[in-house]
Nanobody
Framework: QVQLVESGGGLVQAGGSLSLSCAASGRVDGVGWFRQAPGKEREFVAA????????ISANSVKGRFTISRDTAEKTVFLQLNTLRPEDTAIYYCAATRSGRVGPSREFYDYWGQGTQVTVST
């Protein structure tokens, strides 16, 4: 069992940046980020596998959001740049046992509790 804890959310103006962290209780080789805005379904943002399949991301965040991992391989970061009001949501990290990632929630075995990101105009 892997516990995930997100942090780093907050309020930022449009065009600004935030860095979200996802601290894992064990090593994670496949991590995805999802988000859920009020009244909307949870949607895929980006994912990365460190076992060779690389990074995938939603078209809406391509070129703006980046996933990385610390050297201890237990904390994963989502760097959010050039933020827009429509990026406002609760952001969740999720991890897979297999290290494989995909855009569907079914790939993921462990979920964090979420961190709020609010982008003002």
């Amino acid at each position: 069992q892997v516990q995930l804890v997100e942090s780093g959310g907050g309020l930022v103006q449009a065009g600004g940046s935030l860095s979200l962290s996802c601290a894992a209780s064990g090593r994670v080789d496949g991590v995805g980020w999802f988000r859920q805005a009020p009244g909307k379904e949870r949607e895929f943002v980006a994912a990365r596998s460190w076992l060779g399949s690389g990074t995938i991301s939603a078209n809406s965040v391509k070129g703006r959001f980046t996933i990385s991992r610390d050297t201890a391989e237990k904390t994963v970061f989502l760097q959010l740049n050039t933020l827009r009001p429509e990026d406002t949501a609760i952001y969740y990290c999720a991890a897979t046992r297999s290290g494989r990632v995909g855009p569907s929630r079914e790939f993921y075995d462990y979920w964090g509790q979420g961190t709020q990101v609010t982008v003002s105009t």
